[in-house]
């Protein structure tokens, strides 16, 4: 019987302005994991299950924007985004993961439904697979097995 081995799949992980802070900025809102424990956590996670996963924190859109563009090319297959303020404000970085074409789940660390009216608008979640949002750090690795998971 032969048996059909998937390729190692890779999984890209942004997280946007402010996410470096995480673990001392506002622990009663986002908690207190720092970006590194979470990133830690999905690149063992991802490496069980034979995944590569590749973090990435800019405060800067235009650097999401220019790694986005990049993922297009370098065989990344799905993509996990913590836009952290962009979720409101840029059609810029909406645009880059449209053009992508890549699969992606918009996470949040906080329920955004939960909070000031302005937080419960967001311009990429129209074109993601899914949003997990309130779940704190836990909702990255939900995301990551259901893009690992997914057909």
Same mark, same amino acid.
């Given at each position: 019987?032969?048996? =059909?081995?998937? /390729?190692?799949?890779?999984?890209?992980?942004? #997280?946007?302005?402010?996410?470096?802070?995480? &673990?001392?900025?506002?622990? &009663?809102?986002?908690?207190?994991?720092?970006?590194?424990?979470?990133?830690?956590?999905?690149?063992?996670? @991802?490496?069980?299950? *034979? $995944? $590569?996963?590749?973090? !990435?924190?800019?405060?800067?859109?235009?650097?999401?924007?220019?790694?986005? #563009?990049?993922?297009?090319?370098? *065989?990344?297959? *799905?993509?996990?985004?913590?836009?952290?303020?962009?979720? #409101?404000?840029?059609?810029?970085?909406?645009?880059?993961?449209?053009?992508?074409?890549?699969?992606?789940?918009?996470? #949040?660390?906080?329920?955004?439904?939960?909070?000031? /009216? !302005?937080?419960?608008?967001?311009?990429?979640? /129209?074109?993601?697979? @899914?949003?997990?949002? @309130?779940? *704190?750090?836990?909702?990255?690795?939900? $995301?990551?097995?259901?893009?690992?998971? =997914?057909?």
């Amino acid at each position: 019987m032969w048996v =059909k081995i998937r /390729p190692m799949q890779t999984i890209l992980v942004l #997280h946007g302005p402010n996410l470096n802070l995480l &673990g001392a900025r506002e622990p &009663g809102i986002y908690g207190a994991t720092t970006l590194e424990e979470i990133d830690r956590r999905l690149c063992e996670r @991802g490496a069980q299950r *034979g $995944a $590569a996963v590749t973090p !990435f924190q800019s405060n800067w859109e235009g650097a999401l924007i220019d790694r986005i #563009h990049a993922a297009r090319q370098d *065989g990344t297959e *799905g993509l996990i985004i913590n836009p952290g303020g962009l979720t #409101h404000t840029s059609v810029s970085l909406r645009d880059a993961l449209a053009a992508a074409a890549l699969p992606f789940i918009e996470v #949040h660390l906080s329920n955004v439904y939960a909070r000031e /009216p !302005f937080r419960q608008v967001s311009y990429l979640s /129209p074109i993601a697979l @899914g949003v997990i949002s @309130g779940l *704190g750090a836990r909702g990255y690795e939900l $995301a990551l097995d259901y893009l690992l998971d =997914k057909d």
